[in-house]
């Protein structure tokens, strides 16, 4: 149902509803997403018995910090961490590609190489340090719904609804990071269009339902990759290993793949984007703070409808109080601009020429007669005349339309001359 889901919203083309969240929120969602992320993998670099079930990433932290108070700590778990941590960083940063090459150095494969040799060679499960141990082998088999009943599909369409919205935001989250970084441009309907396929095809083999991942994302993107085809490569190796390789990853230690999933997460917490809006933005940072502490605070459902509503709330506060202004004309030239941004700007005393860059609608009409009301009682003499400067005004609905008339008419009343000026 989820694959249906997504599909009808490729051919509805409903993935324009994305375009909504701004990126101060994409980028606080993704960031705490992050965080989040990190905090459930320090489990394993601490060896520390955190329950699965903790979702949020305050208590993944608490139920943490608690338990190494407490002397739970593994100590073996935190050094093998820390080195991880260690040759992660001087693989990306300093030797960054195979000698005499021009290949990136894959240092998760050399890491979890060298992780099970060391693990195997020295019996790290005797030593008490967490080994992923036993893996199921072989493919899943392909199974027809036959079970499925009609009560099964009301139960569960509710849940079919919301998971696909949930998807989508978090795969277009992980997608900008990855198109920012390798400059190309997203194809929102092309993403749903796979989700849809993915998720369809993936019932019959009774998979989790498929969307965009952080955590794979960075790692592929640590990795060095570059196209789409890292993913049809970690398929064909992924198959490989569950075919004949699983008694090989029984050794492998819990803390060297937390490590690397942190260190490649890590590079999605975007501190740029917090210090570039404070320069230039403060509103946009409060919404990347509050979609991030939502986020982190509250869980990944709670932080995308947070996002989404901050989004909307956005777009109608900017739609409410758009860009207005007295306008002057520039000495020397036909030109009429604002008069606050020069000093050489003629006005005429007791008319008034005023500017509103947004189409006059339901949501700012009556912001549009105030404003002019606030401007007449502004001015140091009587307006006797006023021209409305309609180039910005792209659209009028039907309550600009009643408000135009409530104007006119006090007009009318106090004897003000109206005039419209650039009209569509």
Same mark, same amino acid.
């Given at each position: 149902?989820?694959?249906?889901?997504?599909?009808?919203?490729?051919?509805?083309?409903?993935?324009?509803?994305?375009?909504?969240?701004?990126?101060? *929120?994409?980028?606080?969602?993704?960031?705490?997403?992050?965080?989040?992320?990190?905090?459930?993998?320090?489990?394993?670099?601490?060896?520390?018995?955190?329950?699965?079930?903790?979702?949020?990433?305050?208590?993944?932290?608490?139920?943490?910090?608690?338990?190494?108070?407490?002397?739970?700590?593994?100590?073996?778990?935190?050094?093998?961490?820390?080195?991880?941590?260690?040759?992660?960083?001087?693989?990306?940063?300093?030797?960054?590609?195979?000698?005499?090459?021009?290949?990136?150095?894959?240092?998760?494969?050399?890491? *979890?190489?060298?992780?099970?040799?060391?693990?195997?060679?020295?019996?790290?499960?005797?030593?008490?340090?967490? *080994?992923?141990?036993?893996?199921?082998?072989?493919?899943?088999?392909?199974?027809?719904?036959?079970?499925?009943?009609?009560?099964?599909?009301?139960?569960?369409?509710?849940?079919?609804?919301?998971?696909?919205?949930?998807?989508?935001?978090?795969?277009?989250?992980?997608?900008?990071?990855?198109?920012?970084?390798?400059?190309?441009?997203?194809?929102?309907?092309?993403?749903?269009?796979?989700?849809?396929?993915?998720?369809?095809?993936?019932?019959?083999?009774?998979?989790?339902?498929?969307?965009?991942?952080?955590?794979?994302?960075?790692?592929?993107?640590?990795?060095?990759?570059?196209?789409?085809?890292?993913?049809?490569?970690?398929?064909?190796?992924?198959?490989?290993?569950?075919?004949?390789?699983?008694?090989?990853?029984?050794?492998?230690?819990?803390?060297?793949?937390?490590?690397?999933?942190?260190?490649?997460?890590?590079?999605?917490?975007?501190?740029?984007?917090?210090?570039?809006?404070?320069?230039?933005?403060?509103?946009?940072?409060?919404?990347?703070?509050?979609?991030?502490?939502?986020?982190?605070?509250?869980?990944?459902?709670?932080?995308?409808?947070?996002?989404?509503?901050?989004?909307?709330?956005?777009?109608?506060?900017?739609?409410?109080?758009?860009?207005?202004?007295?306008?002057?004309?520039?000495?020397?030239?036909?030109?009429?601009?604002?008069?606050?941004?020069?000093?050489?700007?003629?006005?005429?005393?007791?008319?008034?020429?005023?500017?509103?860059?947004?189409?006059?609608?339901?949501?700012?009409?009556?912001?549009?007669?105030?404003?002019?009301?606030?401007?007449?009682?502004?001015?140091?003499?009587?307006?006797?005349?006023?021209?409305?400067?309609?180039?910005?005004?792209?659209?009028?609905?039907?309550?600009?339309?009643?408000?135009?008339?409530?104007?006119?008419?006090?007009? *009318?009343?106090?004897?003000?001359?109206?005039?419209?000026?650039?009209?569509?």
């Amino acid at each position: 149902m989820v694959g249906i889901n997504y599909l009808l919203m490729c051919v509805l083309r409903a993935g324009f509803l994305i375009n909504f969240l701004s990126r101060p *929120v994409l980028s606080g969602f993704t960031s705490a997403a992050s965080i989040v992320i990190i905090a459930s993998q320090a489990k394993f670099l601490f060896g520390v018995p955190v329950p699965q079930g903790d979702s949020l990433g305050w208590e993944y932290i608490r139920d943490i910090t608690v338990h190494v108070f407490q002397g739970h700590a593994n100590w073996w778990h935190v050094l093998i961490g820390a080195i991880c941590l260690v040759l992660l960083w001087v693989m990306k940063n300093i030797i960054k590609v195979i000698p005499k090459t021009k290949v990136p150095l894959p240092a998760p494969l050399i890491l *979890v190489g060298v992780s099970l040799i060391i693990s195997y060679a020295a019996r790290f499960e005797q030593h008490g340090i967490q *080994v992923v141990g036993s893996i199921p082998s072989g493919l899943p088999v392909p199974r027809f719904l036959s079970a499925l009943t009609w009560d099964h599909v009301t139960s569960l369409y509710l849940d079919s609804l919301i998971i696909p919205i949930v998807g989508l935001i978090e795969t277009i989250s992980a997608a900008k990071v990855a198109a920012t970084k390798f400059k190309y441009d997203i194809s929102i309907r092309q993403e749903l269009l796979a989700l849809g396929v993915a998720n369809t095809l993936g019932c019959f083999f009774l998979s989790y339902t498929a969307m965009g991942a952080f955590g794979r994302t960075a790692l592929h993107m640590n990795s060095g990759a570059q196209t789409q085809l890292t993913s049809v490569v970690s398929v064909i190796v992924v198959v490989l290993c569950l075919l004949f390789l699983t008694k090989v990853f029984y050794y492998l230690p819990t803390v060297v793949l937390a490590s690397i999933v942190m260190f490649a997460v890590s590079s999605l917490i975007d501190v740029k984007e917090v210090h570039r809006l404070w320069l230039i933005d403060r509103v946009d940072l409060f919404l990347l703070l509050l979609t991030a502490s939502a986020t982190f605070a509250l869980g990944v459902e709670w932080g995308i409808i947070s996002a989404v509503v901050t989004s909307i709330l956005l777009i109608l506060y900017q739609s409410s109080r758009p860009s207005s202004y007295v306008c002057g004309q520039v000495q020397g030239t036909t030109t009429y601009t604002d008069v606050s941004l020069r000093s050489d700007i003629i006005t005429l005393p007791g008319i008034v020429v005023f500017r509103f860059d947004a189409a006059l609608i339901f949501t700012n009409a009556a912001y549009f007669k105030s404003r002019l009301e606030q401007i007449y009682n502004d001015q140091a003499v009587t307006v006797e005349a006023c021209v409305i400067d309609c180039a910005g005004i792209t659209h009028v609905d039907s309550t600009g339309v009643k408000y135009l008339f409530d104007i006119l008419r006090e007009h *009318v009343e106090k004897e003000i001359i109206l005039c419209f000026a650039e009209m569509r």
